[in-house]
């Protein structure tokens, strides 16, 4: 019995060395890892009209660490930019600006991209999106970290997916 | 007291308190459907709405007779706005689907405060995404500051960093009922049963 418990504090310490020096191994990007948990849940880019110079798209990403992470740029290679975006109602009226500042996603929050709300502008597409296509998207993080998603597209006129941290979709 | 008293007097009461109730039921909806004024705006004295003339998505004029004796809902916006106006469409295109043939006694609209780009050609090529009962409608800019002033509605052209530009424009939804009179607006927080409560009410008695 002693023994056994003996076992498995040896166990657990020698486990705890291994993640110690994979943490260290790769410093950068360190948001991606698994273990901090800062994940892109859901991400949609909905089709406008053939030839539309801009498209919306939205994501759900779900910071689990406990430090704040700072959501500072989108790129992908199929557009020629992406930009952060805000609508916001201001006396019924709608007003779209882009983000400058970049978005706070705090410690064990998620930022929740929605119409009328945050959104990503994929201006310039170079490829003739189909429903259903995929498009890959690197984001990037203030501290240097990256991250990368893979986005579906959806038919214009389609209401984007409200996917809160947890949903089945 | 005996009992056919008591019971004569406890029945009185039940009845006093329905009447009541029934009284205030409809009061309160009496209340309601005086058409809301946007605040402030009654002093003003003319009704919101009236005449307008524009193009639509199949390139006929439309005018506010073309569709008289149907209840409208109302939306301005553009096609190059890919975020609230699509889905604003969508969601209407939803209430529209949620009624069945009994949203034949409405019409939907897009009034694009962007004549400049959406052509009768793009308008007709963006609708087809949405409810056939929605109808986009392309007014001359002359006709759109009128129209605006009439339906007291914003829209400002904004400038963009490429060059480009995009419109701030009134964001609700404006319902009118079948005889024209302006009834509510529905806002993009507005529960989806909020809002098809308030569509209903724009339907013939009986019909819901």
């Known amino acids: ?169 | 007291m005996n009992v056919t008293t008591f019971r004569k007097v406890t029945w009185g009461a039940i009845a006093a308190t329905l009447a009541l109730l029934v009284y205030l039921v409809i009061a309160g909806t009496g209340t309601k459907s005086v058409a809301p004024t946007l605040g402030g705006t009654e002093s003003v004295g003319k009704p919101l709405g009236g005449p307008f003339s524009m193009v639509s998505q199949t390139g006929e004029v439309v005018t506010e007779k073309t569709y008289a004796g149907k209840g409208w809902l109302m939306f301005v916006g553009f096609t190059n706005c890919p975020d609230i106006c699509p889905t604003t469409l969508a969601e209407m295109s939803s209430w529209f689907d949620a009624l069945g043939a009994e949203a034949d006694e409405l019409r939907g609209f897009l009034i694009s405060v962007d004549p400049e780009r959406d052509t009768v050609a793009t308008l007709k090529q963006y609708m087809s995404s949405f409810d056939r009962r929605i109808v986009a409608l392309r007014p001359e800019p002359a006709e759109l500051t009128r129209f605006a002033k009439a339906y007291r509605i914003y829209y400002a052209k904004v400038p963009t960093q490429d060059g480009d530009y995009t419109m701030d424009h009134t964001a609700g939804v404006l319902l009118f009922d079948r005889e024209g009179r302006f009834s509510g607006t529905i806002d993009r927080e507005e529960s989806r049963d909020m809002a098809l409560q308030k569509i209903r009410r724009l339907l013939p008695v009986g019909a819901n």
Request: glycine fraction near 8%; hydrophobic fraction near 45%; include cysteine.
């Open chain 1, 1 to 169: 019995m002693i023994k056994n418990s003996f076992g498995m504090v040896a166990l657990t310490a020698g486990a705890l060395i291994i993640c110690l020096q994979s943490a260290s191994a790769q410093e950068r990007p360190r948001h991606a890892d698994a273990e901090s948990k800062l994940v892109v849940e859901h991400a949609e880019v909905i089709l406008a009209l053939s030839g539309a110079k801009m498209l919306a798209g939205y994501i759900t990403v779900w910071n689990g660490s406990k430090q704040q992470s700072d959501l500072v740029s989108v790129q992908s290679d199929d557009f020629a930019s992406v930009s952060l975006h805000r609508t916001e109602v201001v006396d019924g009226v709608a007003k779209m600006r882009p983000i400058k500042e970049g978005i706070f996603i705090p410690g064990h929050a998620e930022l929740l991209m929605k119409p009328g709300g945050i959104h990503m502008m994929l201006m310039a597409p170079t490829v003739d999106f189909k429903p259903g296509d995929k498009v890959d998207l690197l984001l990037a993080f203030a501290d240097g970290a990256s991250l990368s998603t893979t986005a579906i597209t959806r038919p214009i006129g389609t209401k984007p997916i409200d996917h809160h941290h947890g949903s089945v979709d």
